[in-house]
């Protein structure tokens, strides 16, 4: 049943690249045993007997975050220039591409990030749905992270927000919860027999990195393959990726179809792209190593602003780790609030103009509504009773030249 709407595409197939349970929370994609029992459960007691750690840590922004004002001078960053990228598929906020890794957090905070995900596998932690070469140990953590305080209280954060906002030149904030933090995750094997896939020798990675970097992106083994997000801004913050690992890094389609990676991110950086313009992924390391990536997910849509954020790669039947109920009920009261302080602006805008004198802009007026309506639709046309086009969509895979 469709709602209304004639489609070609009325349910999610598998065939297309979608998740067809993914009202039941995709038990097609849950994290295997071996895996829980195995690497997860080490991982975990390794953190616990660490000396001081402690559970019920508060998190304590001038401890936690490490950050210095001298590092928005010091960190390299990348315009859509730099990436000699002409043409985008939505306008891009401004002229910001990416910044090179710069130091964020501190270990005890990493501890305590890995930790509370870890130990919300169970109901949080979903196998993905799309991924290039993606074994029992990649996997995806978000969607509820209502019980880990810790976790919450660093990603909505107002020092992080401004970090983020100064770095990109643009006012953002954390959007709705159940994407507030994902976290990707790809843990090293401690099977024997799986360790032979990986390379022997310093030779054997060089070779196969050189041949990732000379490719388009679309064979680099991910946890996401080539992908535009769906939010404005994430803040990708490693928080496991040894310094011995080789491969891993984030990786960007540059205007000219070839790959930059943005270089070795060490523990407890933060990297930050546009996200929404730029096509990227995130490669997993060519040797048998954890890479953890936290990413907070920002949005425009500040002061009465609509944002700019869809449900494409985030949507139930396209990402598992997003719970059916609680992502649209998270989703439509976001935008919902973006709205009604959006409509209030206008409102109010229109009242002050005509009581100063300056009249009713009719133009202006029918121009704001197009938007309004644009916005409108953008709530709810890509939702599953609605419309199931294949994943990914087509754009995804399309050079900018040829947007
Ligand atoms: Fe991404």
Redesign the pocket.
């Known amino acids: 049943m469709t709602a209304g709407v004639q489609t070609l595409y009325p349910k999610p197939l598998k065939s297309n690249g979608l998740v067809e349970s993914y009202k039941d929370y995709c038990p097609t994609h849950i994290i295997p045993e071996k895996t829980i029992n195995n690497e997860i459960n080490s991982m975990i007691k390794l953190i616990e007997s660490k000396p001081g750690f402690n559970k019920n840590l508060k998190f304590d922004p001038l401890k936690h975050i490490i950050f210095n004002d001298e590092y928005y001078k010091s960190t390299k960053t990348f315009t859509l220039d730099d990436l000699e990228i002409e043409k985008t598929h939505i306008k891009p906020l401004n002229n910001f591409g990416a910044t090179f890794p710069f130091k964020l957090l501190s270990e005890e905070a990493i501890d305590m990030l890995i930790w509370e995900a870890l130990t919300t596998i169970d109901t949080n932690g979903r196998l993905p749905n799309l991924a290039t070469n993606a074994t029992r140990l990649d996997f995806h953590i978000g969607c509820n992270f209502k019980k880990s305080k810790f976790t919450n209280d660093l990603a909505k954060s107002e020092i992080l927000s401004n970090i983020v906002s100064n770095f990109v030149g643009y006012k953002l904030k954390p959007v709705w919860e159940s994407d507030l933090v994902h976290i990707n995750c790809s843990l090293a094997t401690n099977d024997p027999i799986e360790l032979n896939k990986f390379p022997k020798d310093q030779n054997e990675i060089e070779k196969i990195l050189k041949l990732q970097d000379a490719c388009d992106g679309q064979d680099i083994p991910s946890t996401?393959g080539v992908?535009?997000?769906s939010i404005s801004i994430?803040l990708?913050i490693m928080l496991d990726l040894p310094n011995e690992a080789q491969g891993g890094q984030?990786t960007i389609l540059t205007g000219k179809n070839t790959v930059t990676r943005v270089p070795d991110p060490p523990r407890g950086s933060g990297t930050l792209?546009q996200?929404r313009v730029l096509r990227?992924?995130?490669s997993k390391p060519v040797t048998n190593h954890n890479r953890i990536s936290f990413?907070i997910s920002y949005a425009t849509g500040v002061d009465g602003e609509l944002d700019n954020c869809v449900t494409t790669?985030l949507k139930p039947s396209v990402l598992p780790k997003n719970e059916f109920n609680k992502f649209y009920k998270d989703w439509t009261e976001y935008k919902f609030l973006k709205l009604e302080s959006h409509l209030k602006k206008i409102r109010e805008q229109i009242v002050d103009d005509y009581e100063q004198g300056k009249g009713f802009d009719q133009e202006l007026f029918v121009e704001k509504c197009l938007k309004i309506e644009k916005y409108f639709h953008g709530i709810y046309e890509e939702m599953e009773c609605v419309e199931n086009k294949p994943y990914p969509p087509p754009y995804f895979n399309t050079p900018y030249n040829e947007l």
Request: glycine share 8%; net charge negative.
């Open positions: 996401l992908h535009y997000d994430p990708v984030t792209i996200g990227h992924l995130a990413v790669s």
